[in-house]
């Protein structure tokens, strides 16, 4: 009940397992930051199945993974474009070859599979935990 005196940030839900997942991309979004306005790609990860090493308890007890996503942000500068590029193989685009542009590379990833590793965020104050993309990993 929303009127209740409990507090809802003590009822916020727990965050999925750290682990590695199988992914099915949903959409991407391009964006700037706010504070240095530095241009970023943003893929939005539906997991659809857990690894051998995500804790199956704890994932039960965070709801399982429906209706569960993870967002993928890549900046697109000089120094950070490698990760992009490892994304793409990652999601089975071959880059050598493709003759393809990066952005033309982000639209063919729709609804590609990727393996995503998961790890554990604190939050600035320290009150609570995220659940964060870490990494791709190419499907095997």
């Known amino acids: 009940d929303w ?4 507090c809802s940030s003590d009822l ?5 397992p750290q682990g590695t997942y199988v992914c099915v991309i949903q959409s991407l979004l391009y964006d700037k930051t706010t504070k240095k306005g530095t241009d970023y790609v943003e893929f939005t990860l539906r997991p659809v199945s857990a690894e051998s090493d995500v804790d199956e308890d704890e994932l039960a007890e ?3 993974l429906d209706g569960k996503t993870l967002r993928a ?6 120094d ?18 493709d003759g393809l542009s990066r952005r033309a590379r982000n639209d ?4 590609s599979e990727v393996r995503a590793f998961v790890k554990h965020e604190t939050s600035q104050d ?14 095997e």
């Not at 009127?3 to 409990?6: Q, T």
């Open 108 to 111: 063919e990833c729709i609804n």
């Open 80 to 97: 950070a474009i490698y990760r992009l590029d490892e994304f793409h193989t990652h999601c089975g685009l071959d880059i050598e070859n």
């Open 3 to 6: 009127s209740s005196d409990v």
């Open 126 to 139: 320290g009150s609570r935990i995220f659940a964060r993309f870490n990494r791709s990993l190419p499907m």
């Open 62 to 64: 965070t709801g399982g």
């Open 73 to 78: 942000t890549f900046y697109l500068t000089e």
């Open 12 to 16: 916020a839900p727990l965050p999925m």
